[in-house]
């Protein structure tokens, strides 16, 4: 059976930036209008968008979820919109998608901003004219389905770098609700703490709860809270679970449940990719002036060799003068093979 309003997933809190948004929350409930819902990661956006759907007029009818980053896009249109029996490889019957199971209710499509632009394109249709085609069907299916929807990102910046569709950002931002951070609910981390850690007593049959030692509570509410009340209920319920002694207060906190003396070191990030150096010379045997002749001694006899041992030929391939190419045969001691023309 459907829940009413009072069985609702508790959003608790006394800040005003808390009672603002409860209140805006109230106001565009009743309107059968797209909502955005956006906040970071943690502040509680699906229950937000429950309680928009269970303090509507829809709160008999269905509310069904999806998280749009969860899926392949292939997968994500199927799941939306369903298929016919032989769409696809392995599709041996037709698929009724959440927009036709959330018919006469509410679609929260929870992180938004992750589904491609072109299952966008279909949401926007539905959204639009309330009419979509299941995956390899022609036939068209007319749905009554409020969407919600939530994000943890900047949508119109999205929008404007071309990963969001601004016809579907026009359509969804009926009215927009933002979700506070924790750090700006002045009083509420106490409160929430408070709440958490009282159930999770429950849940270990504790005969009381003992509340925080004062150190603790100053650290709990001194803390900024980057994951918000997701995180803030997991450190409350593990503060529970840790300690030992049910009758004195708790004055063990611990934020990082990955804090160990034994804690994994970080990879090494692999260091960039660099030319390989250039290969180096081989070393010269003995002295410069050896080397010299013995380059030199090379030359010549290369000559004479191409030249077939005409050693006027020769010469005129080194640009030297007949006689200065004999002088340096001498000079190196080569004798060269009587070839003919001398």
């Known amino acids: 059976m459907p829940l009413s309003a009072a069985e609702l997933p508790p959003l608790i809190g006394q800040s005003p930036p808390f009672l603002e948004l409860m209140e805006e929350v109230s106001r565009v409930a009743p309107l059968q209008r797209p909502v955005l819902v956006v906040g970071e990661r943690g502040t509680g956006k699906e229950l937000v968008a429950a309680r928009l759907h269970y303090l509507s007029a829809?709160?008999?009818?269905?509310?069904?979820?999806?998280?749009?980053?969860?899926?392949?896009?292939?997968?994500?249109?199927t799941e939306l919109f369903g298929h016919e029996a032989g769409a696809f490889t392995g599709a041996v019957r037709r698929r009724i998608g959440r927009?036709?199971?959330?018919d006469g209710g509410t679609l929260f499509l929870d992180e938004i901003a992750n589904a491609p632009l072109g299952v966008q394109e279909k949401i926007l249709r539905v959204v639009e004219y309330g009419e979509f085609e299941r995956v390899g069907a022609s036939a068209t299916v007319s749905v009554d389905v409020r969407v919600v929807a939530a994000a943890n990102v900047d949508l119109p910046a999205a929008a404007a770098a071309g990963r969001f569709r601004d016809d579907l950002l026009d359509r969804l931002?009926?009215?927009?609700?933002?979700?506070?951070?924790?750090?700006?609910?002045?009083?509420?981390?106490?409160l929430l703490a408070e709440h958490f850690a009282r159930a999770m007593a429950v849940e270990?049959?504790?005969?009381?709860?003992?509340?925080?030692?004062?150190?603790?509570?100053?650290?709990?509410?001194?803390?900024?809270?980057?994951?918000?009340?997701?995180?803030?209920?997991?450190?409350?319920?593990?503060?529970?679970?840790?300690?030992?002694?049910?009758?004195?207060?708790?004055?063990a906190v611990q934020f990082d449940p990955f804090e160990s003396p034994y804690r994994l070191a970080e990879?090494?990030?692999?260091?960039?990719?660099?030319?390989?150096?250039?290969?180096?010379?081989?070393?010269?045997?003995?002295?410069l002036d050896a080397a010299v002749a013995r380059f030199e001694a090379g030359l010549l006899e290369d000559a004479l060799a191409a030249?077939?041992?005409?050693?006027?030929?020769?010469?005129?391939?080194?640009?030297?003068?007949?006689?200065?190419?004999?002088?340096?045969?001498?000079?190196?001691?080569?004798?060269?093979?009587?070839?003919?023309?001398?």
């Open 58 to 77: 829809r709160w008999d009818q269905p509310f069904v979820k999806l998280n749009c980053a969860a899926l392949p896009e292939t997968l994500l249109e």
């Open 99 to 102: 927009f036709e199971r959330a």
């Open 173 to 190: 931002a009926f009215d927009v609700l933002t979700l506070p951070p924790l750090r700006a609910r002045t009083g509420d981390v106490a």
């Open 204 to 251: 270990l049959d504790w005969p009381g709860f003992p509340g925080f030692a004062a150190d603790a509570a100053d650290r709990i509410e001194a803390y900024a809270w980057p994951g918000n009340v997701r995180e803030l209920k997991n450190v409350a319920e593990r503060a529970v679970y840790r300690w030992s002694a049910p009758a004195e207060p708790i004055a």
């Open 267 to 287: 990879p090494a990030a692999p260091a960039p990719d660099r030319p390989s150096p250039p290969a180096p010379e081989p070393p010269l045997a003995g002295d």
């Open 307 to 342: 030249a077939r041992y005409n050693q006027r030929a020769a010469a005129r391939r080194l640009g030297l003068a007949y006689h200065q190419f004999r002088n340096r045969l001498k000079k190196h001691g080569l004798a060269p093979k009587p070839r003919g023309g001398g």
